[in-house]
């Protein structure tokens, strides 16, 4: 195996399919990339896969002799991201597994292991269906529910995020069992998805974190997405992200947003957000809880945090009030990420009583509810 | 005491000054910034001293009500470093030592402690001596020495830079067992420098980090340096550093330096750099090595780092070389520490024996030796 392409391109498509190596290997031929060169093509394929998530890339090159090895991912990064900005010539010995990287008056040698060891891809089923859906329905999806996803392992279908679809519109719903955001982006009705299909799916924020990096770099409109009950995969011309979907059955959050409210507030969203982080610094030293007060008949809500023995903070915000005065705490940081996900000039906050869910919304086109529950705190 | 003054003003002064608060306080008023606002002068003065080096600034400020005061330094600076570029106000009631901060519609309060209790700073004795050193010679000792100092607390005086100087110039002078360095700079003659004077004082490397910061920002050509046996001063007009000095003979380096080489290689400071850099990808993930072998039949020298089952990389370099061939090994670092601490176009390499110490040099005005002693390796 030989080929030569220029060292940025390299490095580029390396740092892009390392995110599926695994962070701790159980078997060495994980923490390699599989590199696949096609004569015929002028391609070379890189594929990293940690059995669940896989990412796959095709680079143009000059292949001078097809071939097939696995590299050590983060060696091979490190080296190529310091070779000069000139083309690289990979060339593997078939025996040994050894590649010898040549750029400018640099040689260097890394051992690899032979692809036969390499775990196959994930393969869709029957009943698998095909998808085209816009990519910027998609960035829009997971930047309004990704955040709220658990982090926690152990809390499993809710390190997902549930994606459901039909032909005209995706809902995007993550939870970590303290605040919920659901988003629901249209799908044109002329675009590519107009076929209809049904989507159900829970997928490991982990992927979709790799699939927000894939699309901000995409130039192509729409993604193919195919899935079936086990593996859902994203692909563009050159990029393809294969991820394990989630097992077990989403909560059914729908039936946790209330339908009406008695107090409702707007505001604008940049100074809620710029007053939450400038008291958060005080929230922070403490247990993140921001208390705000609202009020009718001043027409403003008081945020303020007390750190006992410390400090203590406070800033005052115009807001329009509706229904009577309410005290309310929070924990800043959630209400923080809520506000961050939305891109409104004012925001609304819909509440009931003190320890009832509060709805954060954007006044908007952007169609997400942002559910929030309170700190129970004594006055 | 009551003042206002620009947050950006407050936040740079407060960052500057916080770099001499003690990190784990033997008591908690070390932990605290004295702040010290005069009615009369329309100045506020920040200081904060870890009993070993000291850091005190004058700020230009609104001053309503003079007075007295120490502040907790980390929690001050999270505040202020979040309130909007504005004016700040910061009153502190008397007896409680509260200060309250006022920007916008945002109220802060942060508890501090009397400043009776806040250490006094050092003073000079009466034989101390004061010249005036220009700010850009005391840069370029510094740039070319510093780095070569022990950061191992254990090695004591070798934990500091030695300068010694007179009328016509400065020496800096810094080791760590494994490597020195040893610049020369200059002070005019016609400078504000031509008062004879005779400094020989070894300086803790912390404090002249936080000089090299105070000279970053320096518009003033020339500071004013006051020292005894025991404590050095540094002096612009807003700011002022005052660190001890450290206790000892420092080694005769002097008798360190070879006088007389049997081979010498000239190549280009940045292409030896750049490959240096390349190869230390390998050579760290040993034991930092990088074997050079120099030829003179080929006028070129070969950099080798070999990291045995994992990796091996070459470089090859174009070199005036004069003298027989020589296999020699470097801790790479030491040697990029090095290269990086000059300005030339071109290095010098003068070398006895495998064993013995080689002498890197800048082929330009800049007087700077740097040692280095070889790693013995088995061929």
Chains 1, 2 share one sequence.
Do not use: W
């Amino acid at each position: 195996m030989r080929f030569t392409c220029p060292q940025s391109q390299l490095i580029a498509n390396l740092a892009f399919v390392s995110r599926a190596v695994a962070v701790r290997p159980t078997h060495p031929i994980l923490a390699n990339i599989r590199f696949e060169a096609d004569g015929d093509r002028q391609e070379v394929e890189l594929v990293a896969y940690d059995l669940s998530l896989a990412i796959r890339v095709r680079l143009a090159a000059d292949v001078a002799e097809s071939g097939v090895v696995t590299l050590p991912a983060k060696l091979l990064s490190d080296i190529v991201g310091k070779l000069p900005a000139a083309d690289v010539t990979v060339a593997v010995e078939k025996d040994t597994c050894t590649a010898t990287l040549t750029c400018g008056a640099g040689r260097y040698q890394v051992y690899g292991l032979g692809a036969e060891d390499f775990p196959p891809l994930p393969q869709l089923n029957d009943s698998s269906q095909r998808v085209y859906l816009p990519v910027e329905a998609l960035r829009e999806g997971l930047n309004a529910s990704l955040f709220a996803a658990a982090t926690d392992e152990t809390k499993r279908i809710l390190t997902g995020v549930h994606v459901t679809g039909s032909a005209t519109a995706l809902e995007f719903a993550a939870t970590d069992g303290h605040r919920l955001s659901v988003a629901e982006v249209v799908l044109l009705e002329d675009g590519a998805a107009a076929a209809p299909f049904a989507l159900t799916v829970t997928i490991p924020a982990r992927a979709l974190r790799e699939l927000e990096r894939m699309l901000a770099q995409q130039t192509e409109q729409v993604l193919a997405v195919m899935f079936d009950q086990v593996h859902i995969i994203f692909q563009s011309a050159q990029q393809t992200l294969i991820s394990r979907l989630l097992d077990g059955s989403y909560p059914n959050y729908r039936q946790l947003l209330p339908t009406q409210f008695e107090r409702q507030l707007s505001l604008e969203r940049r100074s809620l957000m710029a007053s939450l982080e400038r008291i958060a610094v005080l929230a922070d030293q403490r247990n993140h809880i921001v208390k705000l007060s609202i009020s009718q008949s001043q027409q403003e809500v008081a945020l303020a945090v007390e750190a006992p023995e410390v400090a203590m903070g406070r800033e005052l915000l115009p807001a329009q009030v509706s229904g009577s005065d309410l005290h309310i705490a929070f924990n800043i940081r959630y209400l923080l990420d809520g506000l961050k996900s939305m891109n409104a000039h004012e925001v609304q906050l819909c509440a009931n009583q003190a320890n009832q869910p509060v709805v954060v919304q954007p006044v908007s086109e952007q169609k997400t509810t942002y559910l929030i529950m309170p700190v129970q705190i004594r006055d």
